[in-house]
């Protein structure tokens, strides 16, 4: 956006900025007529609020006065009473003192009527005698009114009185015979006791609503004209009471039937069927009827004195085309205006941009002439950049040193190149000799292996010997166990002799029994002695199998230990091969040793020849810091063209956009401008010029270009 600012000339700017300046204005306008709709709308909206104020208070306080009148009737001695013409004639009295209610009837607990006034509110009689013909247990009025389910707000002491919405009253409208309007009042009638005896009940005719209503619309009428409607509405939507002023206004209140409890206007405007008793404001609706834009005001009702349950609410109709007519003539007023001004603005703009516009050209014409110094300036730095040329050739000297020595360096790498490629060879048989050495330490661990399972075989080997050298212990045990259990028999057939023979020798014939008894020895000596070859048997026997069991064993664990000595025999022959391998690698490393130090040799000789290079930089230096001081003459020289140069460009071209714009031409000063270029165009062909023609050692046929880059300034 600055841009395009910028690239317009100065008298598009001056007619620009004038009529961007009053498009602000008028948008500044508009927007002040726009609050100023909206302030109408908020006005709207408070001057209704008002007029709801009175109307909720003047209605409240019917409303109270209407809730506590039944309770005092009720409270009434002569009401109490059992004198049926007592009773009719208060209830006259009350019908005609108050001018509201059409009728009043007092009706047992058991819904029977007991007393209903026979007389209008002026006086005249009515028939009302066919209420009396009926039963009213079953009216919702009757049992709720028993039961004590009243409108009850204690905050505002509102209790003891059930009240019924407005609606047809059948009762009224059977005894007056015609549609009647109106809402009623009940309570409990109770005797001294304090029990209940009946329920009274205030048939009110809805004129102490409609009667405020007409009053308000009065007063609006005054205020704002007779494009209004004004409505009370119920909780619901449904309209009660209705004031259309549009229509021939009529100082006394009609009720038409086809709109009051008919009618709901929640339902009938969308816009408005989410309110309820808690709103209050301003909102738009359609009016399909009159096919036009509404302002709908509304306010809930919530005086001090009225019950929040009962939730009616104001609501007035105004046709949007007639409250912002005058604002709608004020804004036709503004549009015209506003455009005869933006037109004579243009046309001034316009002139007095042409007038600036021509003194502008002549001052810039006069400032172009004075760029015919630059020529002189351009001669002088012509001159430096010969001497620039004279030392760029002195640098391409020491830049074919500097190939040369180059080169050089190049040699000893190549060398250096092949000594690893040698040493990689080396390397490469140095792991292939690594590889079979691990290939013999590998069998030479599966050869202790072998050694290992060898002895661990021997080892069980003799573990089993020594159980079978156990059986033998057991054996020589048992052996032992007979032999003292042999020696026991020994001793008691001894000792079973010896008795024997005693007793037999003092029996005497008696000594029978005795020789018995010695047979019996005998008998059990010769076991004995049988006992005795078995055992010489079994010892003999046992020592044989000791010492098979003895030479077996020796006999496996030498052919053990032969095993295991050609075992370890090979592990030795692997052993030392792999040490043979080993011998080799050591021997490959000492090559690759050599070679190395062949590679440090080398190097040496590239640390000589980066030596050379160091010195032919050090003369290019000295040839680039004398380059630095002839271009430093050129910088001061070129500083003084260009500022100069800037400074007559800048106040130029700027004083030539702001009078011109983009699309002007630029004013070119006679034949500086082609003088100059001419000398630029001399200076751009030396700088950029090919080196003389010096080639690498190696062969390449280019070369880079001498320049340097810190001549790129100039």
């Not at 309770?71 to 009401?79: L, P, R, S």
């Not at 109490?80 to 209830?91: F, M, P, Y």
């Not at 004209?225 to 004031?243: Q, R």
């Not at 030539?656 to 006679?670: A, E, Y």
């Amino acid at each position: 956006m600055k841009t395009f600012f910028a690239n317009l000339s100065l008298k598009a700017k001056i007619i620009g900025v004038n009529i961007v300046g009053l498009v602000v204005l008028g948008i500044i306008v508009f927007l002040i007529f726009f609050n100023g709709q909206n302030e109408i709308m908020s006005r709207t909206q408070a001057g209704f609020s008002s007029y709801s104020d009175n109307l909720q208070a003047a209605v409240a306080a019917q409303f109270y006065e209407r809730y506590g009148d039944v309770q005092a009737f009720a409270m009434n001695a002569d009401i109490q009473s059992n004198d049926h013409n007592t009773i009719v004639a208060e209830l006259n009295e009350y019908v005609v003192l108050y001018g509201i209610y059409d009728l009043i009837m007092l009706v047992d607990t058991k819904g029977n009527l007991v007393a209903v006034n026979n007389k209008d509110i002026a006086g005249k009689d009515i028939k009302s005698d066919g209420l009396y013909k009926k039963n009213y247990s079953s009216e919702k009025w009757f049992q709720e009114t028993l039961k004590g389910n009243f409108l009850v707000d204690t905050e505002k002491n509102y209790n003891g009185t059930y009240f019924e919405d407005a609606q047809v009253d059948t009762f009224v409208s059977e005894v007056y015979g015609e549609k009647r309007w109106g809402n009623a009042f009940s309570a409990q009638v109770k005797n001294s006791k304090g029990d209940v005896i009946g329920v009274i009940t205030n048939r009110a005719n809805f004129k102490w609503v409609e009667s405020e209503v007409q009053n308000l619309a009065s007063g609006m009428i005054k205020a704002i004209g007779s494009d209004f409607e004004l409505m009370v509405l119920n909780e619901s939507g449904k309209v009660l009471a209705i004031v259309d002023a549009t229509k021939s206004f009529k100082e006394k209140y009609e009720r038409n039937f086809e709109e009051v409890g008919v009618q709901n206007i929640y339902e009938e405007h969308k816009e408005l069927n989410n309110l309820n008793h808690t709103m209050t404001g301003v909102v738009e609706a359609f009016d399909d009827e009159l096919n036009t834009v509404q302002i709908v005001a509304y306010s809930s009702f919530k005086d001090a004195k009225w019950p929040s349950k009962v939730g009616w609410s104001a609501m007035t109709h105004i046709d949007k085309k007639a409250a912002f007519a005058a604002f709608d003539k004020g804004m036709r007023d503004f549009y015209i205006a506003f455009a005869i001004t933006l037109g004579l603005i243009s046309l001034l703009s316009l002139w007095f941009g042409n007038s600036v516009s021509k003194s502008m050209s002549n001052l810039a014409g006069q400032l172009a002439s004075e760029n015919k110094e630059l020529l002189e300036s351009s001669n002088v730095m012509a001159s430096t950049s010969d001497q620039l040329s004279s030392a760029a050739t002195e640098q391409a000297a020491a830049l074919q040193e500097t190939v040369s020595a180059i080169d050089e360096v190049s040699a000893m790498v190549s060398k250096n190149a092949e000594n690893a490629r040698k040493s990689k060879e080396i390397s490469q048989d140095s792991e292939k000799s690594a590889v079979q050495g691990k290939r013999t330490m590998d069998e030479m661990i599966a050869v202790i292996d072998e050694i290992h399972k060898s002895n661990t075989e021997m080892m069980d080997q003799i573990k089993k010997s020594n159980e079978e050298f156990t059986n033998i212990v057991n054996v020589i045990n048992e052996i032992g166990s007979k032999t003292k259990v042999i020696n026991d028999i020994v001793f008691q057939t001894k000792l079973l002799s010896f008795n024997a023979s005693v007793e037999a020798a003092r029996a005497g014939a008696h000594g029978k029994g005795f020789a018995v008894v010695a047979e019996e020895v005998g008998n059990l000596a010769q076991m004995s002695g049988n006992a005795a070859k078995e055992i010489t048997s079994l010892l003999e026997g046992s020592t044989v199998k000791v010492e098979a069991i003895v030479s077996e064993t020796k006999s496996r664990v030498d052919k053990l230990v032969d095993i295991s000595k050609q075992k370890v025999e090979i592990g030795i022959k692997t052993a030392k091969s792999c040490s043979d391998v080993l011998e080799e690698i050591v021997n490959s490393v000492s090559q690759v040793n050599q070679m190395v130090e062949e590679i440090s040799t080398a190097s040496n000789e590239q640390a000589q020849g980066v030596s050379e290079i160091t010195k032919a930089m050090n003369q290019l230096d000295q040839v680039t810091q004398q380059n630095t001081a002839a271009a430093s003459s050129s910088s001061d020289t070129a500083v003084g063209i260009k500022s100069k140069t800037e400074r007559f460009a800048e106040v130029v071209g700027d004083l030539t956009h702001v009078v011109f714009g983009k699309s002007s031409k630029t004013i070119k000063p006679m034949a500086t401008t082609k003088s100059t270029s001419v000398v630029e165009m001399k200076l751009y062909k030396k700088k950029h010029a090919p080196a003389p023609a010096l080639k690498k050692a190696s062969g390449d046929d280019t070369m880079p270009s001498s320049d340097d880059s810190r001549f790129e300034d100039v």
